[in-house]
């Protein structure tokens, strides 16, 4: 089908198989409530460009991200502010940036000459990629006395940088869950998620009044909405057949570790998604259930 999307055509379909079909429909109050209209830019994302060292580095379009944890920490910084010109010599610079976050992670913080010594390079080089650090406010600099002589400067790493570093929410996530059924059963974790549903409905009801001006369509709407689970992991993406049927998919369930133990998860947003677009959503697809995507029908209510 000729689908008109808000997503590049290089993403897979929103087809897929019919197994996990659920419909729900937004109460009438709440569809009122979130009909908040106005035309929304489509998304485009652009693939990102491998660099040969010496161009600037774009980076990803949206936030989803996979590989080596270095593979991780090297795209987040080379996102942040583009790339210098690269250290020459062995080994490129995105693996001397690498090492000298590592060092100053693990060793504390140090002057130039320190670094240099604990990932094995030129003082130079390291000083170029600490700039590119300080730069991109993922490194302090500060001046520290020891005995005779000028002041030396030694660098540290930002609150900002814990970003670039693994994390393990994931894992958290479900350890928390646990807890909660051991102490309420799944009464306390469907009123846990409920709540979790009611906080992301205000959340996107108060996004697509900023960006949405009054009587934007369906259409519109469920663009804002790809978008927005798109920047949170989803890889979300809106179409339209040409006959005007919409769909609305998420080619990657951000919340696997939480969605395939916990089905509610899956329930509350479907919920979620009917009430903020206002309209009849019928889910196709189910990732959890086998399928490539979560891919929903979205049709008016009346």
Known sequence: MDRQSTEPSNLPAAGGSSRGRLTLKAAGPTASSVALPGPSPAVAVSPAKPSNGTEPFQGPAHPFE?????QMIERRVRTVTPLVTPTP???ASSTLRREVLYAL??????????VADLVGASRTGVLQQLRTLESAGLVTRSLSRHGVGRPRHVYDLTPA???LFPANYGALAQSILTAIRSIGGDALIRDVFEGRRRQLKTRLANRMAERLPAGASLWERTREL???QDETG???RATRDPDGTIWLSEHNCAISG???PYPIACEEELALIAEVLGAKVTRECHIPSGGRSCTYRVEPLD
């Open 258 to 260: 939480v969605s395939n």
């Open 226 to 228: 790809a978008s927005y």
């Open 89 to 91: 010599g062995p080994g």
């Open 234 to 236: 989803y890889l979300g």
């Open 105 to 114: 992670r693990t060793g504390g913080p140090a002057s130039p000459d320190q």
């Open 66 to 70: 996979h590989g080596t944890d270095a």
């Open 161 to 163: 940088a814990q970003e």
